[in-house]
């Protein structure tokens, strides 16, 4: 299993501004993801995080608004740019273990 | 084409009673995996219960079972005695591997409220 720790829970931001969210696993894994749940819908991947090397992102989502970080086995941060309220969604962090994925708790942003 | 497919928005049922909410599935790998998750509003993502594409018996988890239908690309989760602490969004989610790497595909979600 894994425990995976994400941070903040929430926020509120104002419009234009920055947030950083943060995952820690207890464990070290090649391949963190993150995801972007806006209200009412399913989970949609955002990008794949390696260690030492560009994340992957899935079509709709560039680096230059959703800045990724790996810098080693247990940590990876997800930057959401210059927000506006259309970003104001639940992002979650995963990593996979044997058959199963774990999440995060899931950071509620709210853009005003 | 939806990969996974819910056709339950929502779904009520009375305490201790079992409910079946539906998923449906597509894909052209042999190899391939099936969870629901369970996500309360607090929005955390709660492991249910996997099936993998060659398990001949159809997986339990306590008061959750999957019947998992293969021929018809179906993989029903099964709750049974049903309480109030259920009440929550239900997603069904595919496992698949592209380009050597492990996707999770989610359903669009049941949302499941156990009345008293």
């Known amino acids: 299993s894994a425990v995976i720790s994400q941070k903040p829970s929430r926020d509120i931001c104002q419009r234009g501004t920055s947030l950083t969210i943060q995952c820690q696993v207890d464990?070290?894994?090649?391949?963190m993801f993150w995801y972007r749940q806006q209200p009412g819908q399913s989970l949609t991947l955002i990008a794949t995080?390696?260690?030492?090397?560009?994340?992957?992102?899935e079509s709709g989502f560039v680096i230059d608004k959703f800045p990724i970080s790996r810098p080693n086995l247990t940590f990876s941060t997800l930057t959401v740019s210059n927000m506006s309220p259309e970003d104001s969604s639940i992002y979650l962090c995963?990593?996979?273990?044997?058959?199963?994925?774990?999440f995060g708790q899931g950071t509620r942003l709210t853009v005003v | 084409a939806q990969k996974i497919t819910q056709t339950q928005p929502g779904m009520f049922v009375q305490e201790k009673e079992a409910v079946t909410l539906d998923c449906t599935y597509d894909?052209?790998?042999?190899?391939?995996?099936l969870f629901w998750y369970k996500q309360p509003s607090s929005g955390e993502m709660i492991f249910l219960i996997y099936?993998?594409?060659?398990?001949?018996q159809n997986a339990t988890e306590g008061r959750y079972s999957l019947n998992f239908q293969k021929a018809r690309k179906s993989a029903n989760l099964v709750i049974s005695a049903s309480q109030l602490g259920d009440s929550a969004m239900y997603f069904c989610?595919?496992?698949?591997?592209?380009?050597?790497?492990?996707?999770?595909?989610f359903g669009t979600g049941t949302r499941l409220k156990v009345l008293a």
């Open positions: 464990s070290q894994v090649t391949m």
């Open positions: 995080a390696n260690q030492g090397s560009e994340a992957t992102y």
């Open positions: 995963s990593v996979y273990v044997n058959t199963e994925a774990f």
């Open positions: 099936q993998g594409s060659y398990d001949e």
């Open positions: 989610a595919m496992r698949e591997v592209t380009s050597g790497t492990y996707k999770y595909i």
């Open positions: 894909t052209s790998d042999q190899s391939y995996g």
